[in-house]
């Protein structure tokens, strides 16, 4: 890991030299900030009216998650949140987006179990949106039979209250249960930016965590980060390259602030012998 950030910092200065970019334009320039609870003065009753769905045990372990209870296992996924959830309340934001420079780098898995261990925080109330809607995988990580997904939220013909459910007291979760022909145009439309500002106001979650598609495979993550706060890329151990990492960092620093790089898949017996190439 040291190896990673030494490498990142190196490419971050290089850049600089050069007059490339190497931060993220602050956020405030980048979406208008919606007040938590400017709506309602107490999201509660809104939070209760969601479907409780309860998780089975079975799935959550078939699927890597383990953050619901506070275990050995957890403590990675325990460590990254306290971090995240600091570095967030000292900037003032509420909006996350996860994404990786190339599928398949383990950033649903990470999604899942960062706001599960979010739930953790009773005093806390997280969100969960699966925005990667070409392939959509939190339903079936969760096992959750929905009738509709985000898409039809956003367009709407359902609403959020009754597509989103609660999978813990404080979590909710908005997914898609079938992939999209064209993801990117909802990604894109006005009416998405419109619905996230609604659900803040509504709901009041101290975090929204967005699940996107990888940022290098396609335009559909960098079509949605300016509207969070910030991201946090995921890069997976052996198989990730340093330079589509490096320019992962630089697409997404281009279009909101990067909180920091998770590197998945890393044996704990060879932590300080992996690199990423």
């Known amino acids: 890991m040291e190896k990673l950030q030494a490498a990142l910092s190196k490419a971050r200065t290089a850049r600089q030299k050069t007059g490339g970019p190497a931060t993220a334009v602050p956020v405030t320039s ?10 309602a ?13 309860d998780l089975a045990p079975a799935v959550l372990r078939r699927h890597r998650i383990v953050s619901r209870e506070a275990t050995s296992d957890a403590t990675p996924f325990d ?26 780098s383990g950033k649903t898995t990470l999604a899942c179990n960062l706001a599960l261990g979010l739930g953790r925080q009773s005093s806390m ?21 929905m009738r509709y997904g985000l898409p039809e939220v956003i367009i709407r013909n359902v ?36 619905l996230l500002d609604e659900v803040q106001r509504e709901y009041a979650p101290d975090i929204m965590v967005f699940d996107l598609p990888s940022a290098l495979s ?37 279009n ?6 998770a590197l998945n898949g890393c044996r704990r017996s060879a932590l300080s012998a992996n690199d990423i190439n």
């Open 30 to 39: 980048r979406r208008q900030q919606v007040p938590k609870g400017s709506s």
């Open 41 to 53: 003065d107490d999201p509660t009753p809104a939070w209760e009216e969601l479907q409780r769905v």
């Open 79 to 104: 460590i990254l949140r306290t971090k995240i959830v600091l570095q967030m309340e000292q900037n003032g934001w509420t909006r996350l987006a996860i994404t990786s420079p190339e599928p398949n």
């Open 125 to 145: 109330r997280s969100m969960l949106f699966d925005f990667d809607l070409g392939s959509p995988e939190v339903h079936s990580f969760f096992d959750l039979k």
């Open 159 to 194: 609403d959020f209250a009754k597509q989103a459910v609660r999978v813990t007291e404080n979590v909710a979760v908005s997914v898609s249960p079938h992939p999209e022909r064209d993801p990117t145009r909802f990604l894109m439309m006005d009416r998405t930016v419109d």
């Open 218 to 254: 396609s335009d559909k993550a960098l079509a949605f980060l300016q509207h969070v706060d910030c991201a946090l890329i995921v890069a997976r151990a052996e198989q990730t390259r340093f330079r589509n990492l490096d320019r992962c960092e630089m697409e997404v620093a281009a």
């Open 256 to 261: 909101t602030n990067v909180l920091g790089v």
